[in-house]
């Protein structure tokens, strides 16, 4: 089976019966690539946590239903602030479960980052009976451990999309309050006194790399761990970095996602200063990418979670194959540091589709980054047109923040999680509260409702700030 | 398929002034910039000075930098609602401006390398990655995937040691690190290109790049340097080496029982992300007729990282006119108390 006949559609019967005699998992038709050696990558486990659902299930059930993510934050509202909503996760079961890492850390982005791997990695077991195999159909409260069965042999990593974490905001102004002085700040003193306020779990786990290392504890996983930190970019990138290790044959599995808490103060108002916040509309109507009355976008919060591995490999451990990773580009857009260039993501949907070794007119969908900034949906949409041409206006392309706000180092995962979801149910969610297209923004963005497609090829954007761009192709098994 | 590199050293920031004259960056850029990523870019740009040919469309750039940035006073007084130039508290409000839009976008650690990308032109494969002496790791072999993969036909890889950060200090007063070595502000730039013996490139070559988890004992990772490098790297092995050691666990066992070593951190200090791309800048000129460097690192939180230089497979030199690898090392870093610039 190679990419090509994947690419004509000669799939209806991948599984084991079609693995005699097949060179299942060498690519020989692997777009611009001549190594036969490198491996088909799929994608056996998904998980994520996001505003509008616990799973990758109800989060993309929701998702189809349109449903709407973003609340009021009433402290925020209370306090006078100009940002007044967001994509809050507010659901206490998820908490009240991994309470341990809530109160050690004090970092929600770890719980979600645990509930999107513990459902990746249950999905993800296969078929093939392995050491602990009886006693997890046998015992509901299987372990950690025992879930991550399918990632305990061989090579692996864990790829993250994570940024730096931020301190409660109170705890900062105690910290500061006893090293400040009416001219300013005592860095002496700052250094002395102030850490006291952070308990050494809490300092650690503001260390990007922080979320990765306590998964691989978590699950009792080895292998390499890795945090990218690119921004809006870093979920994309990380799922990308593991694509490449795995596609050629360094590792025989990867975890890759991200997870984000973007809601605090601090991450706030700096955005609301930049302009690229959305004021003054009623929470279900704040986040209008792609619509005339676009002001910005909305902060939010999440995980998702995805296992990859040779199809080879996952074939003959009985997993079934979600989705098919054929491809990923990134790069930087020389622009300006708050500036978002079409030139970007139109390279790097241009390598991932040369990557693939896909046409054009083979993509099928488009899950778009689509921000609801008055710069980025118009500068995405040119990229599209760019590059497509005629084709463009055929494909549809949908937001998935519309209904879930901007989750930054985290929205790629979720967003893929969102793409692997429409290929294996041939349905694209809609782009919420697009009721009057923006005026540069005249492609087919799904604004309907859901929508049933048969989809082959799928492309997943993320455009970075200051430019730090990527796309991941997904592509059915 | 090998890798052949050079590399370029930066020492510290005397002052944010050195770098606020750069005619490069306006008056609006300088409210992005703290140091970690002045640091970056200089060196970048010094690195670039030796590459006139270097596609830098085409080029991969990762970078390895520590936690994102953030400045503590005016933090402080957006907490307390101080303004700058006042001792009276003002509402909330008025306090909004004083975190400055800056405020957020230097706390996404990906904005050194958008610098890199505005002022430089690299518009190539790209990636950040945070973090300790991991994040270096993970710069290199991403680095070395984006030119296997085709992505890209040469990667730079960019890493920055900035102590300037309330996180890094908290690590090392908490006792994270190794008390014998205090963070050390340094940058440094390696080119990677894709090579083979009939290039004529003489630069030396990155022959293993790996990662152990931690407790791996040093013989298992010597054996899989050696089946990667084909060099053998072992003790009783006959063909001689180097090994550079930057050692922030001091009661990790990987550090006992190695002769010879050079202990990197000790003499310059704790260089974090820029740890092992600066071992294998140091290796790279001590690398002589068929010397293999090895280059082993603990990191704070366990996991190891190794590394193997070798010469260019073309270079011949007199034995006798070799510098002992010691005293190469002292003399590079004693130096490097304020690091020399461009080594190459």
């Not at chain 1, 791997?117 to 409260?141: I, Q």
């Not at chain 1, 580009?329 to 589709?353: D, L, N, R």
Request: with cysteine.
């Amino acid at each position: 089976m190679t990419h090509k006949e994947i690419n004509e559609g000669n799939y209806p019967n991948v599984g084991r019966d079609t693995l005699e005699g097949a060179n299942i998992g060498r690519m020989s038709n692997r777009g611009r690539f001549s190594d036969n050696t490198r491996q088909i990558v799929a994608v056996t486990g998904i998980g994520a946590v996001t505003p509008v659902g616990a799973t990758s299930a109800a989060s993309f059930e929701a998702m189809c239903r349109g449903e709407n993510g973003i609340r009021d934050i009433p402290k925020w509202k209370d306090a006078g602030f100009p940002i007044t909503v967001g994509g809050a996760i507010n659901n206490n079961d998820l908490f009240d479960r991994e309470r341990e890492i809530a109160d050690a850390f004090q970092s929600r982005k770890a719980v979600f980052a645990v509930a999107a791997l513990d459902e990746a990695l249950k999905m993800a077991r296969g078929k093939t009976p392995t050491r602990k195999d009886s006693d997890m159909n046998e015992n509901a409260n299987a372990t950690p451990d025992s879930r991550a069965e399918a990632c305990r042999e061989g090579r692996g990593g864990i790829f993250m999309g994570v940024e730096t974490g931020r301190i409660d905001i109170q705890k900062l102004f105690d910290m500061f309050r006893i090293s400040g002085t009416r001219k300013g700040l005592d860095l002496k003193a700052f250094g002395e006194k102030s850490f006291q306020y952070l308990t050494p779990f809490e300092a650690v786990s503001k260390q990007p790399y922080f979320i990765p290392s306590l998964l691989a504890r978590r699950f009792g996983l080895r292998g390499e761990i890795r945090a990218i930190s690119n921004a809006c970019s870093s979920a994309n990138q990380a799922i990308g970095e593991g694509f490449r290790k795995v596609a050629s044959g360094a590792l025989d599995w990867a975890i890759v996602g991200g997870a984000d808490d973007m809601l605090d103060e601090y991450m706030a108002i700096g955005f609301h200063l930049l302009g690229a916040l959305s004021t003054g509309l009623p929470a279900d109507a704040s986040s209008r990418p792609f619509d005339a009355g676009h002001r910005g976008f909305v902060l939010g919060e999440g995980a998702g979670m995805l296992v990859i591995e040779p199809l080879e490999r996952a074939l003959e451990r009985g997993a079934e194959p979600l989705a098919l990773i054929a491809g990923y580009g990134s790069g930087a857009s020389a622009g300006k540091i708050t500036e978002t260039s079409w030139e970007g993501i139109h390279q790097t949907m241009s390598a991932a589709v040369s990557e693939a070794g896909v046409a054009l007119e083979d993509i099928d969908y488009i899950n778009a980054h689509g921000t609801g900034t008055p710069m980025n949906d118009p500068a995405e949409t040119l990229a599209i047109k760019h590059l497509f041409g005629d084709h463009a206006a055929n494909i549809p392309v949908s937001s998935t923040k519309s209904m879930i706000g901007h989750l930054i180092a985290a929205a790629g995962a979720v967003e893929a999680v969102v793409c692997i979801e429409s290929i294996r149910h041939g349905m694209i969610h809609p782009t919420r509260n697009l009721v009057r297209k923006d005026a540069a923004c005249d492609l087919d963005y799904v604004a309907e409702g859901a929508r049933r497609k048969i989809l082959r090829n799928v492309l997943s954007n993320s455009l970075g700030f200051a430019g730090i761009n990527s796309t991941v192709l997904f592509q059915r098994p | 398929m090998s890798i052949s590199f050079h590399s370029c050293i930066r020492r510290p920031l005397k002052a944010m002034d050195d770098w606020r004259s750069w005619p490069d960056f306006t008056p609006k850029d300088l409210k992005f910039l703290d140091r970690q990523t002045a640091l970056l870019y200089l060196t970048t740009h010094d690195l670039l000075a030796n590459c006139p040919d270097l596609d830098r469309a085409r080029s991969a750039v990762h970078a390895a930098v520590g936690p994102a940035r953030t400045d503590p006073d005016a933090m402080y007084r957006w907490a307390a609602r101080i303004p700058p130039d006042s001792a009276e508290p003002v509402t909330q409000a008025q306090s909004l401006p004083m975190i400055q839009p800056a405020g957020a976008i230097g706390l996404l650690p990906n904005t050194p390398l958008s610098w890199l990308s505005i002022k430089l032109g690299l518009t190539g494969d790209c990636g950040v990655w945070a973090g300790f002496e991991d994040a270096g790791f993970a710069a290199l072999s991403a680095a070395r995937d984006a030119i296997s993969c085709e992505a890209a036909s040469q990667a730079l890889v960019a890493a920055v040691s900035s102590p300037d950060n309330y996180f890094v200090l908290d690590g090392f007063k908490r006792g994270f690190h190794s008390p014998i070595c205090a963070p050390v502000e340094i940058g440094v730039a390696l080119h990677l290109r894709c090579t083979n013996s009939a290039s004529g490139d003489v630069s030396p070559r990155i022959n293993a790049l790996a990662a152990f988890p931690s407790g791996t004992s040093v013989e298992t990772v010597l054996d899989i340097i050696t089946k990667q490098s084909l060099c053998d790297l072992h003790e009783n092995s006959a063909s001689q080496k180097t090994l550079l050691l930057t050692p922030l666990n001091p009661q990790n066992a990987i550090i006992d029982g190695i002769d010879g070593r050079a202990d990197l951190s000790g003499r310059i200090g704790a260089s974090m992300p820029a740890a092992l791309p600066l071992a294998i800048s140091f290796a790279g000129q001590c690398v002589f007729g068929k010397n293999p460097v090895a280059i082993i690192i603990a990191a704070p939180f366990g996991s190891i990282y190794a590394a193997v230089v070798t010469p260019a497979p073309l270079l011949s030199v007199d034995p006798k006119s070799w510098p002992a690898p010691l005293s190469m090392v002292s003399e590079v870093t004693s130096a490097n108390a304020s690091c020399s610039g461009n080594k190459q």
